[in-house]
């Protein structure tokens, strides 16, 4: 809290004097300046401060955290109130996630804020939803005294942070958060780690932990911005996923939807899923592990991924269209899909879904909402995401699909029986042995990856048949009948027959 300063004449003039003295030295002046002073705020408010300035947007905390109040400014928290004016729900139990108050932060009395005192200091979703009371912090500053959270309640209770306004029927997005792998990445990291694998004491494997636990990847991105659990996530109980702050800022960014990266680059180190999604898209031949592909969409889709066998000249890249500039926001238009749901019989509202599940075609019910189990046929899944992209109607792309995974099954069915013929020397299997099988053999298992069959067909298909041709090259091998074995000039691999 600022305060008025008086300064005696007497002092005051010796300043000037001696200021004086060193303008012949210097060409600049030195100037200092108290800040405003707010108007303290009602008892009722609990603590919490809200604007200095409601006209202006400037909170009391801006006075000082000037950086993070003009990131805050461009976010649509900045104008929550008015987003909820202008929707014609201003209802209370509505204006709660729209104003300060114990929404979003430690405090659990409701009689915070806007709450209780109405006072337009309160409007939007300022610094205090997330950090918490800022009086005592303006009195005695220190360092760590309102620290925000970034977890996103896995269980029931939602007590703090993001997950106390962005869920429900209209907003769900803990709730979908909470079924997708995002929620449980550092379990899966933790159980994956093996003996033999470099690790740190009672954690995953140091190369795994970027993507596999949250703290991590803020980390590895450059974020050092402080928070509760930062310290945290060097075992499996303080570990955790990647929660809303690890994709997005909560300070505000250049990207829409406050996103930490785009989702519309191609380029996958400023790729937002990409940054994950890019791992062993190619063969690692040191390893036994080499010939198995982990987390490849990013360069699948772009059109980069697999072995590409020797003496087969490609120009550029093999993209399919869901890796072009046809679809703009790539992985994102499919995998975070947003519609609303209602019921086929009576026409009312059932549900938003938020897409924050990232499951491009979920298994939905009867209304097309996302069922609970995830394990359907392909005529029970959604393919809502395919339609709004404006490329297929629902039945075009579900045919398409089906088409996609029979001729890719086909292929790699016949690469399997030449995979396994007795004839290939053991030698060629061995880890770190560069071979035709061991390539052949992670164009099979990037093929028959999940979501291959969308994410680029083309290239699946090509690569297949370029394995099944050089393996019979390089070990005397018949394919399979009723293959289709172009010669493999760069045009043919180009156009994926």
């Known amino acids: 809290m600022t305060r008025e300063r008086r300064v005696r004449p007497i002092v005051r003039g010796a300043v000037l004097i001696f200021m004086a003295s060193l303008a012949g030295c210097v060409d600049e002046k030195i100037v200092y300046r108290d800040g405003p002073n707010f108007a303290a705020p009602a008892t009722a408010a609990a603590s919490f401060l809200g604007y200095s300035d409601a ?38 139990f509505c204006q709660a996630c729209h104003t300060v108050n114990n ?8 009689s915070a804020g806007w709450r209780t005192t109405k006072d337009k200091r309160y409007h939007d979703v300022q610094c205090e939803s997330c950090h918490g009371a800022g009086l005592q912090h303006v009195q005695t500053p220190a360092r760590g005294q309102m620290l925000p959270s970034i977890k996103a309640d896995t269980g029931r209770a939602i007590t703090n942070g993001c997950s106390e306004c962005h869920s429900g029927i209209h907003n769900p997005f803990t709730e979908e958060w909470r079924t997708s792998r995002h929620a449980t990445s550092y379990t899966r990291a933790y159980n994956g780690a093996t003996a033999t694998a470099p690790e740190i004491p009672g954690g995953p ?42 994709c997005h800022d909560p300070h505000g960014s250049t990207n829409s939807k406050q996103l930490r990266f785009a989702v519309d680059s191609r380029d996958p180190d400023n790729n937002l899923c990409m940054k994950c999604h890019l791992r062993r898209a190619v063969p690692d031949f040191s390893s036994n592990y080499g010939i198995a592909p982990h987390s490849p969409q990013g360069p699948m ?22 890796g072009t500039e046809r679809n703009p926001k790539l992985c994102a238009s499919c995998h975070v899909n947003r519609y609303d749901v209602t019921d086929k019989a009576t026409g009312k509202f059932v549900q938003t879904v938020t897409g924050h599940r990232f499951k491009a075609i979920p298994c939905v019910d009867a ?42 099954n086909f292929l790699a069915a016949a ?71 172009a010669p493999y000039d760069k045009l043919i691999l180009a156009r994926g027959n």
Not at 438 to 456: D, I, K, M, Q, W
């Open 55 to 92: 006209t202006s947007k400037a909170t009391v905390c801006g006075s000082c955290h000037v950086s993070q109040q003009a990131k805050w400014k461009s976010t649509k928290h900045a104008g929550a109130f008015n987003t909820l004016e202008k929707s014609g729900q201003m209802q209370g």
């Open 103 to 110: 929404l979003g932060n430690i405090a659990t009395d409701t």
């Open 205 to 246: 494997r140091a190369a795994c932990q970027s993507c596999h636990i949250g703290q991590k990847a803020l980390e590895s991105w450059g974020v050092n911005t402080n928070y509760v659990e930062k310290s945290q996530g060097q075992t499996n109980a303080t570990a955790m996923g990647v929660t809303c702050a690890v």
């Open 301 to 322: 889709l772009l059109g980069t991924a697999g072995w590409w066998p020797p003496g087969i000249a490609v120009d550029g890249d093999l993209v399919a269209s869901h």
């Open 367 to 408: 209304n097309g909402l996302p069922t609970s189990s995830q394990t359907c046929t392909i005529t029970q899944r959604s393919f809502k995401s395919c339609a709004g992209s404006g490329c297929h109607t629902e039945t075009t792309a579900r045919t398409i699909m089906a088409s996609a995974e029979a001729d890719i």
């Open 415 to 485: 690469l399997d029986v030449m995979l396994k013929d007795p004839k290939i020397p053991a030698s060629d299997k061995l880890s770190g042995k560069v071979s035709t099988w061991r390539g052949s053999t992670f164009n099979y298992n990037l093929a028959r990856h999940p979501g291959s069959e969308v994410h680029n067909p083309f290239l699946a298909k090509a690569l297949l048949r370029a394995s099944i041709a050089q393996m019979a090259k390089d070990y005397g091998l018949i394919p399979p009948p009723g293959l289709k074995l």
